[in-house]
């Protein structure tokens, strides 16, 4: 049985939420991923066609991220961050290679319309004037 749209757009909110802690690590802005408050009147196509992209970038991309990112304790990763000469270590080396692909896939042109404001804006822009006609009417 195919989901709801408000059950999809919950799904896409909890990955949202748990990948977000690593955009600014990725250089992504904080808010690449938001979504309109009435994302629900978006298209069911166009959110099942974001929900699938952003779990396989779940499942995939960032779960490189953090298999690496499990490999030492926060403390360490941050004591890396702080002091010169770590860019070297080979977990260091693995963890800029996971969030430079995690990074690309997050920021590419080729993501889903759901996740590009422009047209996202462009479809309520045109709601707004078909609701208008229609009351004209």
């Given amino acids: 049985m195919s989901k709801s749209k408000d059950e999809m757009l919950k799904i896409i909110h909890a ?3 748990d990948i977000k802690p690593i955009f600014a690590e990725a250089k ?14 978006l298209p069911a196509t166009m959110i099942r066609a974001g929900l699938k992209w952003l779990e396989e ?3 995939k991309e960032y779960a490189a991220v953090k298999t690496v990112k499990r490999l ?9 961050e702080q002091w010169e000469g770590f ?8 963890l800029k290679e996971k969030m430079v692909l995690f990074r690309k896939v997050v920021v590419s042109r080729n993501r889903p319309d759901l ?4 047209i996202v804006n462009e479809f309520f822009k045109k709601k707004s004037k078909d609701t208008k ?3 004209k009417s």
């Fill in 133 to 135: 006609k229609g009351a």
């Fill in 15 to 17: 990955i949202e939420a």
């Fill in 57 to 59: 970038i779940h499942t």
């Fill in 28 to 41: 992504i802005k904080d808010n690449h991923l938001e979504l309109p408050e009435n994302a629900n009147e």
């Fill in 72 to 80: 030492l304790p926060d403390e360490i990763w941050k004591r890396y």
């Fill in 115 to 118: 996740f590009k404001k422009g």
């Fill in 87 to 94: 860019s070297d270590h080979q977990e260091v080396v693995l």
